[in-house]
T-cell receptor, first 116, second 115 residues
Framework: EPEVTQTPSHQVTQMGQEVILRCVPISNHLYFYWYRQILGQKVEFLVSFYNNEISEKSEIFDDQFSVERPDGSNFTLKIRSTKLEDSAMYFC?????FGTGNTEAFFGQGTRLTVV | DAKTTQPNSMESNEEEPVHLPCNHSTISGTDYIHWYRQLPSQGPEYVIHGLTSNVNNRMASLAIAEDRKSSTLILHRATLRDAAVYYCILRDPPLSGAGSYQLTFGKGTKLSVIP
């Protein structure tokens, strides 16, 4: 069964460092997303991406964050200068189409980011 | 997004049916009702969705009240693998006008399955 894959599974970085989280969405999907979940808290939406541009972003997704689809298969989330509060699980998701309510999103297993 | 209300936790015995309720009294006509679940240390997983009619798939059934102000996710035979947090989410899609691409997760219902 096709799945969304994320690498690495765990990333430890020093505060102030740049980090790139990588995702390979399901191959025929067109919409891509990043969510995060701080330990013990809700899953929070960060950004959605379609046709090589951001279609929607949350207040969390500030100038420190960026997304890119550098080739036909990868989708990346970059955090330019990490802060302690960026420590969380980051989930990538993809969907064939999300314009109607009649489609579902598929999530990866997540990357645990720890900022020290 | 319209708000949903779910119990914080529920328990079920293994191999028995589980009915997970969700109230969404402010649902709009264009909102789809989606259910996702999150197993421990994993990403959210799609379970089922519907608009007005009851829905069945290999994982579960979704029963939607006639006035759409509530719904129930039914797991027909709970297994230990079904122990997870279950999220009921209303999706107002962008093509309806003011909708959104995002899924808004609440706290969900933590389901414990007793062997």
């Amino acid at each position: 069964e096709p799945e969304v894959t994320q690498t690495p599974s765990h990333q430890v970085t020093q505060m102030g460092q740049e980090v790139i989280l990588r995702c390979v969405p399901i191959s025929n999907h067109l919409y891509f997303y990043w969510y995060r979940q701080i330990l013990g808290q809700k899953v929070e939406f960060l950004v959605s991406f379609y046709n090589n541009e951001i279609s929607e972003k949350s207040e969390i997704f500030d100038d420190q964050f960026s997304v890119e689809r550098p080739d036909g298969s990868n989708f990346t989330l970059k955090i330019r200068s990490t802060k302690l509060e960026d420590s969380a699980m980051y989930f990538c998701a993809s969907s064939v189409f999300f314009g109607t309510g009649n489609t579902e999103a598929f999530f990866g297993q997540g990357t645990r980011l720890t900022v020290v | 997004d319209a708000k949903t209300t779910q119990p914080n936790s529920m328990e079920s015995n293994e191999e028995e049916p589980v009915h997970l309720p969700c109230n969404h009294s402010t649902i709009s006509g264009t909102d789809y009702i989606h259910w996702y679940r999150q197993l421990p240390s994993q990403g959210p997983e799609y379970v089922i969705h519907g608009l007005t009619s009851n829905v069945n798939n290999r994982m579960a059934s979704l029963a939607i009240a006639e006035d759409r102000k509530s719904s129930t996710l039914i797991l027909h035979r709970a297994t230990l693998r079904d122990a997870a947090v279950y999220y009921c989410i209303l999706r107002d899609p962008p093509l309806s006008g003011a909708g959104s691409y995002q899924l808004t997760f609440g706290k969900g219902t933590k389901l414990s399955v007793i062997p």
